[in-house]
T-cell receptor, first 113, second 113 residues
């Protein structure tokens, strides 16, 4: 069983549309991170959220950590072709050893011009 | 340039022939980790380390060995590789008193025939 469930698995949209990606779990996390991965490259950290209810913005990307620290969402406003990539959420379970990090299976986003 | 360097990028080997994938980071990060990424299974943690001489098993440690004798290096050793270890491997280093996140290397694509 996967500790972190991401949805949707695939998302194909037109430039200018808005979208939301979800990351859900039944476990509580000390922190939750979002990464973006390009083909043939390692994931790149976008943001880390640590407080329940926390909202962070990175240009057109908005990240939210659930109040109970079990889930998170990534919202992209006015998507651009440059946003295309694999978006991964990752969580450090509460009480686990520092450095232990579980990944979801990712959302493959394609933005068409 | 701050980075995680892993070598080689590509490796084809035969079953049973011992190999080592090297990993080095120049950011003085406390944490280091190895992941493998497989289609449909996502990123799975193999081993991680929160400090020199301290290592812990991740999700899939069987068939792998690691050591952290120096802060900057974290080699991954496959004593007797098997075809089911064919995968894309990523080394990562992390920072923060509460573990903020990982910086990933560019990956090593390993094929065991």
């Amino acid at each position: 069983t996967q500790l972190l469930e991401q949805s949707p698995q695939f998302l194909s949209i037109q430039e200018g549309e808005n979208l939301t990606v979800y990351c859900n779990s039944s476990s509580v996390f000390s922190s939750l991170q979002w990464y973006r991965q390009e083909p043939g490259e390692g994931p790149v950290l976008l943001v880390t959220v640590v407080t329940g209810g926390e909202v962070k913005k990175l240009k057109r990307l908005t990240f939210q950590f659930g109040d109970a620290r079990k889930d998170s969402s990534l919202h992209i406003t006015a998507a651009q072709p440059g946003d295309t990539g694999l978006y991964l959420c990752a969580g450090a379970p509460r009480g686990s050893t520092l450095g232990r990090l579980y990944f979801g299976r990712g959302t493959q986003l394609t933005v068409w011009p | 340039e701050a980075q995680v360097t892993q070598n080689p990028r590509y490796l084809i080997t035969v079953t049973g022939k011992k190999l080592t994938v090297t990993c080095s980071q120049n950011m003085n990060h406390e944490y280091m980790s190895w992941y493998r990424q497989d289609p449909g299974l996502g990123l799975r943690q193999i081993y991680y380390s929160m400090n020199v001489e301290v290592t812990d098993k991740g999700d899939v440690p069987e068939g792998y060995k690691v050591s952290r004798k120096e802060k900057r290096n974290f080699p991954l050793i496959l004593e007797s590789p098997s075809p089911n270890q064919t995968s894309l491997y990523f080394c990562a280093s992390g920072w923060g008193s509460s573990f903020y996140g990982y910086t990933f290397g560019s990956g090593t694509r390993l094929t065991v025939v």
